[in-house]
């Protein structure tokens, strides 16, 4: 091959791309330094050594096997059940995935192909910051409170947690441990002075959505126990901001058919085990979180705990050159968290128990259990099934002996009982497909979320002018 005619040609990037080379950034540099420097052929070869790339990683040609522990118990699940199954054969043609599973609870959360609540995905030497989403270690604690009253736990509890957008302001914060922010600074995805400004802001808050703070009776005791349930918030989201771009980095020159919100970062490089201790270090500031608020509570109420235990349920999860990503999944197996002792955690509903379970990898569970109760509608489609009744009406049906409290005073209808699946049917499927033991129950007594946050919206209020 001719690559530069003597008189006229100029060496151009049609001609990158017949020497194999996939279209990049560094295409207009190269070829400017070709043409200045009048290389030959060899010259050409050998210059462009340093631009190699890797070969393209194809999609799997059939979707990898994943096991289904979900089925339809009535009509108004079917929809959902065909939508995670379709969404998961999907997925599971992403080339590094080797297996995975569909928890009880499971349902889709966007476009075909990406991974639904509830599912379970096994990647080879690879972490995908989409299959864990914004929501880094969303996760449960516990703590014990002995014979205390419940109503003075849940009052304590409203007094000293947070709800909402944004974090704590001045003079209110909760302390970020000063080896934990040293840790920060060490990392390339955390050393950021602002994202570090923000988690100490956001230590102990709780956001909104689905977060909760839930007190009950345990049914084997009768003691009072707390629970959380809440994320890294904005220091997470911050994390997979950065993750999903460098993984989409590699994306484009090594698996271009992949799904943008299925790329992946190799662990095999700086990125990727820089991207894992950030991974760790944001699962550490996420219990730091859970703990604050706890002690608080046993502080105002000059108490001690008689028994504490945490598990995050949306997390990714190593064994060796596996990475299980658990996309709303509670881990049983100890391998997935060598510093955790005690059973897990699964919430249900504000009106069921806690679940208290333990349980260990099966050939149908892959080591995790269901987070939840998940959903079979979208927030939308469940407040329009409800149009016709008002929110009080619909508020007192659901909650009735129960403490209900939204912090920002305004009821969210979508995270009330009825937007959840049947309790009673993911309880059944567990026990069906043998995924883990219940140990105990807590007993709902009152539960604290964020309320309808959108309702009074700061930003939605007309500003006041003051008159010159």
């Given amino acids: 091959m001719h690559y530069q005619n003597e008189i006229t040609m100029e060496f151009n990037g049609n001609q990158l791309i017949e020497l194999g080379y996939r279209p990049a950034k560094w295409f207009k540099d190269a070829i400017a330094y070709i043409n200045e420097n009048n290389l030959n052929e060899d010259q050409i070869t050998e210059y462009l050594e340093q631009f190699k790339q890797p070969d393209i990683i194809p999609l799997h040609e059939t979707a990898k096997d994943f096991i289904i522990n979900i089925k339809a118990e009535d009509e108004s699940e079917n929809d959902n059940v065909e939508k995670v199954i379709k969404t998961m054969e999907v997925l599971m043609k992403t080339p590094t995935l080797v297996g ?13 192909g990406q991974i639904p ?8 030497n690879a972490i995908h910051p989409g299959f864990h989403s914004a929501d880094i ?23 000293v947690t947070h709800f909402g957008y944004g974090g704590r302001p001045r003079g209110e914060q909760m302390p ?40 009950g009776i345990s049914k084997n005791t009768g003691n009072t126990m707390l629970v959380t349930h809440h994320g890294s918030r904005a220091p997470g989201a911050a994390l997979y901001d950065k993750g999903m771009k460098v993984a989409n980095r590699f994306r484009q020159d090594i698996s271009p058919e992949t799904l943008r919100e299925n790329a992946w970062i190799p662990y095999d490089t700086e990125e990727g085990k820089s991207y894992w201790e950030a991974l760790q270090l944001i699962r550490t500031w996420t219990k730091e979180n859970h703990t604050n608020i706890h002690d608080a509570v046993l502080n105002k109420l000059e108490m001690e705990k008689e028994n504490r235990y945490w598990n995050e349920h949306n997390f990714v999860f190593k064994d060796g050159d596996l990475f ?21 955690l699964i919430p249900l509903n504000m009106a069921e128990p806690v679940l ?50 939204f912090y920002s005073n305004e009821v969210d209808i979508s995270e009330l009982p009825s937007a959840y699946k049947n309790a009673a049917n993911v ?22 979320m964020a309320g309808d946050v959108q309702k009074n919206a700061p930003w939605k209020k007309k500003k006041k002018y003051r008159k010159a």
Avoid: W
């Fill in 137 to 159: 270690c969303c996760s449960v604690m516990l703590t014990d409170f002995g014979k205390a009253n419940p109503k003075e736990v849940l009052d304590a509890a409203h007094s």
């Fill in 356 to 405: 208290i379970v333990q349980g260990k990898t099966n050939e149908r569970n892959l080591g995790f259990a269901p987070h939840g109760a998940g959903r079979n509608f979208s927030r939308s489609q469940h407040k329009k099934s409800l149009a016709h009744k008002t929110t009080e009406e619909i508020f007192n049906t659901e909650t009735a002996g129960l403490d209900i409290r």
């Fill in 100 to 112: 995975g599973a569909l928890m009880p609870d499971a349902c889709p959360t966007g476009p075909v």
């Fill in 176 to 215: 970020m441990s000063q080896e934990l922010m040293d840790a920060f600074r060490e990392n390339i995805f955390l050393n950021d002075e602002k994202l570090i400004s923000i988690a100490r802001s956001h230590m102990g808050t709780q956001g909104d959505g689905n977060h909760f703070l839930f007190v």
């Fill in 324 to 344: 299980y990503h658990a996309k709303g999944a509670t881990p049983l197996d100890d391998k997935f968290m060598p510093d955790i002792t005690g059973p897990r």
């Fill in 117 to 124: 609540v509830g599912g379970v995905v096994v990647a080879k």
């Fill in 427 to 448: 309880r059944a499927q567990i026990d069906e497909y043998g995924l883990c033991e219940v140990l105990d129950e807590v007993m709902p007594y009152g539960c604290i």
